[in-house]
C-alpha cells in the first residue's frame, strides 16, 4: 500500500513539475523578439523587465499606444463608454463647436479622468486624426495596453535619450519644460552616477529606433 501511494505521490509532483515547465515554456513563448519599428507613431514601448546578458541587456515590455482612433471616439460618443486596461471610462463632456474638440472621460470607481485632445500624425497638416489621451494635469500621457507583449535586445553601450523635466529661470519667472539627457543602456543596471528623473525606466514609456534589425536608440518621456 505505501509503495502504491508513493507512485501516485511520485506521478503528481511529476505532472506538477511538466505543468510548471509548460507555464514557463508558454510564458517565455509569449514574448514575440522586437527586430524593428513597424508600428503607428503614437504607440509605445512599455518596460516591465530588464535581465543582463553578458554585454547585452534583454528588454521586455508591452506595447501600448496613447491614442484612441476616430472611430473609437465616435463608438464612446454614440455609446456613453469605452474601455481602457481593463476599466470601464464614461464620456462626460463633448464640445463639438470649433476646430477643436473637447471630451472627457470618467472613472466612476476610481476618480481618474482622461482629456482626448487632437493630435495630427501625417506628412501634412490635417493628416491622420488621432485622439491623444492626456491626465488632466496635462503633463501625463495615458498608454492604452494592445496586449501584444514584445522583448528587444540592447548592446549596453546603446544611446539612451531621457526627458526629464527642468525649471529654466526667465525674466518674467520661471519655465517648467522637457530637456533631453544622452545616456547608454548601460544605466538600466547602473544609474547611479546620472541624475535620472523618477520613474525611470519603468513608469515611463519608450520609442525605439532600429537599423539592420539591431535596436540602436531609445528615447524614454517620463
Given at each position: 500500500?505505501?509503495?502504491?501511494?508513493?507512485?501516485?505521490?511520485?506521478?503528481?509532483?511529476?505532472?506538477?513539475?511538466?505543468?510548471a515547465?509548460?507555464?514557463?515554456?508558454?510564458?517565455?513563448?509569449?514574448?514575440?523578439?522586437l527586430?524593428?519599428?513597424?508600428?503607428h507613431p503614437?504607440?509605445?514601448?512599455?518596460?516591465?523587465?530588464?535581465a543582463?546578458?553578458?554585454?547585452?541587456?534583454?528588454?521586455?515590455g508591452?506595447?501600448?499606444?496613447?491614442?484612441l482612433?476616430?472611430?473609437?471616439?465616435?463608438?464612446?460618443?454614440?455609446?456613453?463608454?469605452?474601455?481602457?486596461?481593463?476599466e470601464?471610462?464614461?464620456?462626460?463632456?463633448?464640445?463639438?463647436?470649433?476646430?477643436m474638440?473637447?471630451?472627457?472621460?470618467?472613472?466612476?470607481?476610481?476618480?481618474?479622468?482622461?482629456?482626448?485632445?487632437?493630435?495630427?500624425?501625417?506628412?501634412?497638416?490635417?493628416?491622420?486624426?488621432?485622439?491623444?489621451?492626456?491626465k488632466?494635469?496635462g503633463q501625463?500621457?495615458?498608454?492604452?495596453?494592445?496586449?501584444?507583449?514584445?522583448?528587444?535586445?540592447?548592446?549596453?553601450t546603446?544611446?539612451?535619450?531621457?526627458?526629464?523635466?527642468?525649471?529654466?529661470?526667465?525674466?518674467?519667472?520661471?519655465?517648467?519644460?522637457?530637456?533631453?539627457?544622452?545616456?547608454?543602456?548601460?544605466?538600466?543596471?547602473?544609474?547611479?552616477?546620472?541624475?535620472?528623473p523618477?520613474?525611470?525606466?519603468?513608469?515611463?514609456?519608450?520609442?525605439?529606433?532600429?537599423e539592420?534589425?539591431k535596436?540602436?536608440?531609445?528615447?524614454?518621456?517620463?
Amino acid at each position: 500500500m505505501k509503495k502504491i501511494l508513493f507512485i501516485i505521490l511520485s506521478l503528481l509532483l511529476l505532472a506538477g513539475g511538466l505543468a510548471a515547465c509548460n507555464r514557463l515554456e508558454n510564458t517565455a513563448q509569449s514574448y514575440t523578439r522586437l527586430t524593428q519599428w513597424h508600428y503607428h507613431p503614437s504607440y509605445n514601448f512599455l518596460l516591465t523587465s530588464i535581465a543582463e546578458q553578458g554585454d547585452s541587456l534583454l528588454l521586455r515590455g508591452i506595447m501600448a499606444r496613447n491614442v484612441l482612433t476616430p472611430e473609437e471616439v465616435e463608438v464612446v460618443r454614440a455609446e456613453g463608454t469605452i474601455e481602457i486596461n481593463g476599466e470601464t471610462f464614461m464620456h462626460t463632456a463633448v464640445n463639438m463647436e470649433g476646430f477643436m474638440s473637447n471630451d472627457r472621460l470618467y472613472n466612476a470607481h476610481t476618480g481618474a479622468e482622461i482629456f482626448l485632445v487632437p493630435a495630427f500624425f501625417g506628412d501634412f497638416e490635417g493628416d491622420d486624426l488621432r485622439y491623444r489621451m492626456y491626465k488632466p494635469d496635462g503633463q501625463g500621457i495615458v498608454h492604452k495596453s494592445t496586449g501584444m507583449y514584445r522583448e528587444v535586445e540592447v548592446d549596453k553601450t546603446t544611446p539612451v535619450e531621457i526627458w526629464r523635466p527642468v525649471v529654466e529661470a526667465m525674466e518674467w519667472g520661471y519655465l517648467e519644460l522637457f530637456a533631453p539627457m544622452e545616456v547608454s543602456a548601460h544605466v538600466f543596471s547602473d544609474y547611479t552616477e546620472y541624475d535620472i528623473p523618477d520613474g525611470f525606466p519603468f513608469d515611463g514609456s519608450f520609442f525605439l529606433t532600429f537599423e539592420n534589425e539591431k535596436c540602436v536608440h531609445m528615447r524614454w518621456n517620463p
